[in-house]
């Protein structure tokens, strides 16, 4: 994941806007230092290339580092670093966030695959674009070195249609009339409509199988509604695509693992707590 240099230096700048006062008052910034994140828990590492730039940006030379996506253990040191004490306290905090946030969603991510896999091997877990305000590469980048890609970046790169866009359209029956005329109109993308849960969520979602939709999303709907559907469907049209979202959490991904969906979308992995990353600074 790419972030330019203007972002390294407003993720510094946020922290010491004009200096690092304590260090100025103590007078020990001019001391050679060494700096050491380490790991308090078993975790799954990310973010350390995005941590690696800041240090850089500090003035810091990296001595170690662990890549994203690596499995480590209590005690493990993630980065490493040696410096002017300076330079090493004003990337301290930056840094130590950066890399909490991202190994907990990485771990979360990780663990939640994990789960799923074990009752279904072939079964998808995606991540929606239902995160933090202005994180969005971040929680990706963290999600990615868990092993869990993006369901949808944004609304430019996939055709999703949701309840809210049928409202204009009339109703699910237009647009099931116009479905040839969408597809040429975006003929390199797919097309997945989203039903929520209602008396007639079966038969709506046979009609879309068998208009020849790319995919169909279930949205906060029981497993055992799940499991029931898409045995149906597979009779129909065992080449479109199901999707559950909604509320899958540790708790009860296994359970949805075992519907017969080809994929579990979730939004969990990006509130997981972070990571408890220990530092030490010292002088060489």
């Known amino acids: 994941m790419f972030f330019s ?11 010491q806007p ?3 006062l304590t260090t100025r008052m103590l007078g020990i910034g001019d001391q050679a230092a060494s700096m ?11 973010g350390t290339e995005l941590a690696v ?5 500090c003035g810091l030379t990296v001595t170690e580092s662990r890549p994203s996506g690596a499995l480590i253990s209590t005690g493990t040191t993630v980065l490493a670093a040696e410096g002017s004490a300076s330079s090493a306290h004003s990337a301290w905090k930056v840094t ?12 979360y991510s990780a663990q939640l695959l994990h789960q799923a896999h074990q009752i279904n091997p072939l079964v998808s877990v995606v991540a929606t674009r239902k995160n933090i305000p202005g994180i969005r590469r971040f929680a990706v980048m963290a999600a990615l070195a868990g092993g869990i890609l993006p369901h949808r970046l944004g609304l430019s790169e996939s055709i999703l249609v949701f309840d809210q866009h049928l409202d204009f359209l009339g109703g699910l029956s237009p647009f099931l009339q116009q479905l040839a005329y969408y597809k040429r109109q975006a003929p390199s993308s797919k097309i997945v409509v989203e039903l929520q849960k209602s008396d007639h969520t079966t038969a709506d979602a046979l009609a879309l199988a068998q208009a020849g939709v790319a995919g169909i999303q279930f949205d906060k709907m029981a497993p055992a509604q799940l499991a ?3 045995a149906k469907l597979r009779v129909v049209a065992p080449e479109v695509t199901l999707f559950a979202a909604g509320g899958i959490t ?15 979308v979730t939004s969990a992995v990006y509130h997981a707590v972070p990571a408890n990353i220990g530092v030490e600074i010292r002088p060489i």
């Open 5 to 15: 240099p203007q972002e390294i230096a407003a993720l510094i700048q946020e922290d």
């Open 228 to 230: 029931e559907i898409a």
């Open 18 to 20: 004009f200096l690092d």
């Open 53 to 57: 730039k800041i240090l850089d940006a």
């Open 96 to 107: 130590q966030n950066v890399l909490e946030y991202a190994c907990g969603i990485a771990t």
């Open 36 to 46: 050491r994140f380490h790991c308090r828990q078993n975790i799954t590492v990310a």
């Open 250 to 264: 540790h708790a009860n991904v296994q359970d949805y693992a075992a519907t017969g969906m080809d994929a579990l």
